[in-house]
């Protein structure tokens, strides 16, 4: 688990990285790629699918 974790939190540095400079390819969509795909294995991803869940429930209120 704390590899998975750590691994999260790599991939996710490097996204923000990415995204702050501006860099569009292959290698920014294999991060983001990487990134959900650690990001999902972690404690993390019962909130996010909540929270989701929620946004998506608000949408047709607006």
């Known amino acids: 688990m704390a590899v998975t974790i750590s691994l999260a939190l790599l ?3 490097l996204l ?3 995204i ?4 569009l390819g292959a290698g920014a969509a ?7 795909y650690f990001l999902a294995s972690t ?3 019962p909130a996010i699918n909540d ?7 608000a949408i047709p209120n607006v």
Request: hydrophobic share 70%.
């Open 43 to 45: 404690g993390a991803a």
């Open 11 to 13: 991939f996710g540095a």
């Open 20 to 23: 702050k400079s501006k860099t």
């Open 16 to 18: 923000a990285v990415l």
């Open 30 to 36: 294999f991060v983001a790629a990487a990134f959900g």
């Open 51 to 57: 929270f989701t869940a929620a946004v998506i429930a």
